[in-house]
């Protein structure tokens, strides 16, 4: 009786075996995300658990520097208002720029090219220059005062970037007008491959904008959905050169949002140890909200 043929090593393997290989592609990428993020992010981990003032001899803090996070009311409020800005910098873009894509997409528009170029041109300037300008707007004698002057609505004008209860959603109205373009792009990319068999369909059954906007679009753009919130999320916590630009953290305080006061107590009060704890707060805060967006754009519980 003949054996059977022994088997070749190698034979048989499925393309790409054995596996290990793959991490030898990916090891160049990984070394420089190591070199570049997780080691900073490591030694910030580091600092937080330190009173430094970036000079002297650092002590050890414990948990002090993460439980002012909770017992400190100047540390508390820049965490607010970068929820409050989320409104406005994440929840208002996606909202208008659905809206815009349904629109869009139901109705041929001319110039609509025109249209989503200009309103997609705030995300290829830079932050600094967005906050410049909308700094001029804003001034006291600036245009939008101005235009309300000669309205005849002069009792409305104000140094909106000096109120203190007008300066934050005025910040957050900038935001706004630059994220709501990408979100325009990203929606009308995902409404273009949504068959138009189902709006058809839906127009065959009777169905109004409203109802074909519930029962096709917005199910059709689901994966756009949850990219633009984790980007506009992601965008809005880390917001640092719009704030530092137009007002600095005030009036007071009270524009003042974890991004900026990590430079803050870094670099002007020198608490390197509180500062590192901001950042690795909003880190975990950043992640937790992008990850959570994810599981729900998967249809799982968060």
Do not use: K
Request: positive net charge.
């Amino acid at each position: 009786m003949s054996r059977p043929p022994r088997r070749r090593a190698g034979r048989g393997r499925a393309p790409g075996e054995p596996r290990a290989v793959g991490y030898l592609y990916v090891l160049p990428a990984l070394l420089l995300y190591a070199a570049f993020l997780l080691y900073p992010f490591g030694q910030s981990v580091w600092l937080s658990f330190l009173h430094w003032d970036g000079l002297t001899r650092a002590t050890p803090a414990g948990l002090d520097n993460y439980r002012d996070l909770f017992t400190d009311p100047e540390l508390r409020a820049p965490f607010a208002h970068a929820l409050l800005l989320l409104l406005f910098s994440s929840a208002l873009p996606v909202l208008i720029g659905l809206l815009l894509a349904a629109a869009l997409s139901r109705n041929r528009v001319r110039g609509t090219t025109f249209f989503r170029t200009v309103l997609f041109l705030p995300q290829v300037l830079a932050l600094t220059v967005v906050g410049v300008a909308w700094r001029s707007i804003l001034a006291p004698d600036g245009l939008l005062n101005d235009t309300l002057r000669a309205l005849g609505l002069g009792r409305l004008a104000r140094p909106w970037l000096g109120d203190y209860d007008w300066a934050l959603p005025a910040v957050g109205i900038v935001g706004t007008w630059v994220g709501t373009g990408l979100c325009l792009v990203l929606f009308l990319a995902g409404a273009q491959r949504i068959p138009r068999e189902l709006y058809e369909a839906a127009r065959l059954d009777g169905a109004g904008p409203l109802r074909e906007f519930r029962a096709v679009t917005l199910p059709g753009l689901r994966p756009q959905l949850a990219v633009a919130l984790t980007l506009t999320i992601a965008a809005g916590l880390r917001n640092f050169d719009l704030i530092y630009i137009t007002t600095g953290g005030g009036p007071g305080d009270a524009t003042s949002v974890p991004a900026y006061e990590v430079y803050h107590r870094a670099f002007e009060t020198n608490q390197v140890g509180s500062a590192a704890a901001v950042g690795v707060a909003l880190t975990v805060l950043i992640f937790a909200l992008t990850v959570t967006v994810a599981r729900l754009a998967e249809g799982r519980r968060p």
